[in-house]
């Protein structure tokens, strides 16, 4: 018999409780929040769906593999295990260890930057984008058209708009610092990049003779994606198909915090020596030494491990189908979404949830607000709070999209904590019509939604 429903493929050997609170408290720790939900404790939050990103459940192989962590300060084992699963996965001969992924963005996007540089992706993530923009460079975003599009279905809509590609590296000739492909496509909705797209982008940019890097924090859920949905991939294994992905790069830059099941850590892998060199230099100015990089040794063999658990066909078959049933019973709600479903997250469409409220006054912060007092559900914006700049009047230039993301955390919560989100939302939606906006009283100049405080109208 074939069963239709789908189990989470792990028993819990260890429980964390979580803390329950009334709406009226909750109500109270927002406003002392300054209506940001970095600034709320954990411990006041029942279902955190702020970030896939280091909130994995380790699997007892991890933590066993935490206790043989060998400590010291160069040669250790555990580097050994991990420098040896990163080639093994990337094809990559020279990788250098990093304490998360922006880490390694900083290093690597810190010497190709520079004034004058350009970068071009489907879509920088905020803290690629961050650090490209911090050195002075520009960060350009080209994702296929059908991506702004958010009701549109489409199988691989984190793809890369090659046309434009062709345009911007002619026009920005001698001064592009790399191409960057993000699988998923994190920022542009969690959606993925298919095969074909990439060796596309790969062929232009040796074409031009362009780095090409790969952000590949997802790329175990992109592999997914790619062999149920891309024709001639359907009998590879996930494993060989980002091997394949990786193939077609000059290099790539990974947080392990999403698919290596990690806590904490990251890393940059390069084919060439030259470049890898360049970034060991900064690497130990900033971040430790080559064989440790600011990873404590049991961090390095919970990569290791992780890196090899996260292509189990029956842990990215729950993954990927758990985060399309949340998708799917909100659907039923009526709530807007990002489709079709991603990887690690769903996105809602705040723009046309509140169409009273104007991109200005923040919709998607509105929405944030909104799950935390009703359901204690932590998400996140990204929209105009992240992504949005001013203008020279003053005014606000908004992001592309109003978008709302409830990423999961791997191996964490189970279909009634997923229940109790639905339910949630089925009172979004009756009070949806009476949600007000925000607006910011004080913000820092980079990544401004981490600590910005705002006030509702
Ligand atoms: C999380 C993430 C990063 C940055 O990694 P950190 O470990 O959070 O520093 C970079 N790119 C993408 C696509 C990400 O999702």
């Not at 960057?180 to 095969?195: A, D, H």
């Not at 169409?355 to 929209?383: D, F, K, N, T, W």
């Not at 004080?442 to 910005?452: D, I, Q, S, V, W």
Request: one cysteine or more; aromatic letters at 8%; a neutral charge.
């Amino acid at each position: 018999m074939q069963f239709q429903t789908i189990i989470e493929p792990f028993r819990i050997k260890s429980v964390e409780p979580i803390g329950l609170s009334t709406e009226e408290e909750r109500v109270r720790f927002l406003k002392e929040a300054h209506y940001n939900p970095f600034l709320l404790r954990s411990k006041d939050v029942i279902i955190d769906f702020m970030t896939d990103s280091g909130t994995s459940a380790m699997s007892a192989h991890q933590w066993a593999g935490v206790m043989e962590g060998d400590e010291a300060y160069a040669g250790s084992r555990s580097w050994e295990r991990m420098q040896q699963a990163v080639q093994e996965l990337t094809g990559m001969e020279h990788i250098l260890p990093t304490h998360q992924g922006r880490a390694g963005e900083r290093i690597v996007y810190g010497h190709l930057g520079g004034p004058g540089k350009v970068f071009i992706s489907n879509t920088h993530f905020d803290t690629t984008r961050a650090n490209i923009e911090f050195t002075g460079a520009t960060a350009i975003d080209i994702p296929i058209k059908e991506n702004e599009d958010t009701a549109l279905l489409h199988p691989f809509k984190g793809n890369m708009d090659t046309a434009a590609l062709e345009r911007l590296l002619k026009e920005h000739k001698g001064n592009v610092g790399a191409v960057i492909l993000t699988v998923t496509n994190n920022s542009g909705g969690g959606q993925p990049v298919s095969m074909a797209n990439a060796k596309e982008i790969s062929s232009i940019c040796r074409h031009h003779g362009v780095l090409l890097m790969l952000d590949c924090c997802r790329i175990a859920e992109n592999s997914y994606f790619v062999k149920h949905r891309e024709q001639g991939m359907e009998n590879l294994s996930y494993r060989e198909i980002a091997q394949r992905m990786f193939a077609l790069t000059d290099g790539a830059v990974m947080s392990a915090k999403k698919d290596a099941f990690a806590n904490i850590g990251g890393f940059i892998a390069f084919k060439d020596a030259a470049l890898a060199e360049a970034c060991t230099n900064l690497l130990i100015i900033t971040e430790g030494f080559s064989t440790y990089g600011g990873l404590a040794g049991r961090d390095m063999e919970a990569i290791a491990i992780g890196l090899q658990e996260v292509f189990d066909p029956h842990y990215l078959q729950y993954r990927i189908k758990s985060t399309a049933f949340l998708g799917d019973r909100l659907t039923e709600l009526g709530v807007p979404l990002m489709l079709p479903i991603g990887g690690h997250a769903v996105y809602i469409d705040a723009k046309k949830l509140y169409p009273h409220i104007p991109p200005a006054q923040y919709p998607g912060q509105a929405l944030v607000c909104e799950l935390y007092r009703i359901g204690g559900i932590r998400s996140v914006e990204i929209g105009s709070v992240m992504f949005g700049t001013y203008a020279e009047d003053g005014s606000l230039k908004p992001a592309r999209m109003e978008l709302v993301r409830l990423a999961i955390p791997r191996r964490v919560y189970t279909q009634s904590h997923i229940e109790y989100v639905a339910e949630a939302f089925g009172e979004v939606m009756r009070r949806k019509d009476k949600a007000r906006g925000l607006k910011i009283m004080k913000e820092p100049k980079f990544l401004r939604h981490f600590t910005a405080h705002f006030e509702t109208l």
